[in-house]
Structures are given as structure tokens and as C-alpha cells.
């Protein structure tokens, strides 16, 4: 089975501040990555994924994404954060067999002071 | 409009009543989703439907039924509400061709009380 750790439940940072959201996963296969963001009394929507190739995912609003599969993990980042990108943020992974879902972990709430 | 639409989006109930969810896509999606968010545990898939004849049990269906009426639409149900089931449930959907992207609607908050 797989599983989904992020290691921090809230991260409070500054705005215009570097962020990192950390997550790692384990699974004895190969799997499919992804970010989802939830603003405020919203929906979850997708904020990047990794499928393939290029281990550096880029997504919407100047977020990225790094697959270490040594370290099995999928860490976000973001250079310098605005008041706006506050909300939660969900990894997920799917293994990429036929038929399996998605196992989402318990996810980080970014905090972002003026 | 939403893409995945839900109903209602905050319910208050009592224990024992019969409680439904209803969720409606227009983005002609096969496959819908019911999940279950509480506060540090993510989501938890409860239901999930691939077509109007194939429903499949999550990794939390006890307590939960639910009903594919058409391709767009898809409903959960709590037969006898209970305080656990306090949460906010989301439906979602995806495309089969191509990498299980999930769209979500905006979330029923459901209160037992």
C-alpha cells in the first residue's frame, strides 16, 4: 500500500519569503506525483504534477516541484510567496498501475504574514 | 457555473436522520469520486464510480452508500447520520484517458449533531 507523509502541518512565513512544503511517499512502485491547492472555502484544484521525465515541475502561480526518487519525495517550493498564496496544500500519489487512486497526505496549511 | 457542482453545500442534522449529498459534473467525465476531508488526515476516498454501472467501495464506506443516476450525476448517502460523520465531503472527477487529474466541487460541510 501506499502512503503519503507531509511533515508539517502549518508553515507560517513571511510575504516575499522562500517556502518549502515537504513531502514524501512510499510505494514499491513506480507512481504518479502531484500538488493540489485548496483556497478558503473552495475546492481542491491541481497545482502541478510530475508524470514523467524532467524531475523539476513547474505549475501555476510560480510553484515548483522536485521528484527525488531516491529520496522518495516531492517537495514544493516557491522563491518568494505573496499574501494570496495562502491556503492548504495536498500531495498526492497514485501508483501508476491501472485502477489505483489517488492517496492524498494530511496536508500542510501555509500561512503567509505581511 | 461550476464544472462539479454540490448540494448542499453546509447541512446541520441530527443523529439517526437520513442525510444525501448530491454532486452534478458537466464536464462529461466518466469517472466521480466521493471523498471525506477532516483536519490533518487529507482526504479519504469513501465511494468511486469509473461508469453509471461500476460503483466501488473506498477506503471508508462503512456507514456511506451512494447512487450513480446518470453519467453526470452522483449522489452519497448517510442512511443513519452520526456525530463522526461530521466533516466535508467533496465530490470530484476525472478524465480516464489520460493522468486521473481530480476536479473537485466546492465541498459539502456536513455537521452531526
Known amino acids: 500500500a501506499q502512503s503519503v507523509t507531509q511533515l508539517d502541518s502549518q508553515v507560517p512565513v513571511f510575504e516575499e519569503a522562500p517556502v518549502e512544503l515537504r513531502c514524501n511517499y512510499s510505494?514499491?512502485?513506480?507512481?504518479?506525483l502531484f500538488w493540489y491547492v485548496q483556497y478558503p472555502n473552495q475546492g481542491l484544484q491541481l497545482l502541478l504534477k510530475?508524470?514523467?521525465?524532467?524531475?523539476l515541475v513547474k505549475g501555476i502561480n510560480g510553484f515548483e516541484a522536485e521528484f527525488n526518487k531516491s529520496q522518495t519525495s516531492f517537495h514544493l517550493r516557491k522563491p518568494s510567496v505573496h499574501i494570496s498564496d495562502t491556503a492548504e496544500y495536498f500531495c498526492?500519489?497514485?501508483?501508476?498501475?491501472?485502477?489505483?487512486?489517488?492517496?492524498f497526505g494530511g496536508g500542510t496549511r501555509l500561512m503567509v504574514k505581511p | 457555473d461550476a464544472d462539479v457542482t454540490q448540494t448542499p453545500r453546509n447541512r446541520i442534522t441530527k443523529t439517526g436522520k437520513r442525510i444525501m449529498l448530491e454532486c452534478s459534473q458537466t464536464?462529461?467525465?466518466?469517472?466521480m469520486y466521493w471523498y471525506r476531508q477532516d483536519p490533518g488526515l487529507g482526504l479519504q476516498l469513501i465511494y468511486y464510480s469509473f461508469d453509471v454501472k461500476d460503483i466501488n467501495k473506498g477506503e471508508i464506506s462503512d456507514g456511506y452508500s451512494v447512487s450513480r443516476q446518470a453519467q453526470a450525476k452522483f449522489s452519497l448517502s448517510l442512511e443513519s447520520a452520526i456525530p463522526n460523520q461530521t466533516a466535508l465531503y467533496f465530490c470530484?472527477?476525472?478524465?480516464?484517458?489520460?493522468?486521473?487529474?481530480?476536479?473537485f466541487g466546492e465541498g459539502s460541510r456536513l455537521t452531526v449533531l
Open positions: 464536464k462529461g467525465h466518466d469517472r
Open positions: 498526492a500519489v497514485r501508483n501508476n498501475n491501472a485502477g489505483n487512486m489517488l492517496t
Open positions: 470530484a472527477t476525472s478524465d480516464p484517458v489520460g493522468t486521473e487529474e481530480l476536479f
Open positions: 510505494s514499491s512502485v513506480s507512481v504518479y
Open positions: 510530475y508524470l514523467s521525465g524532467s524531475t
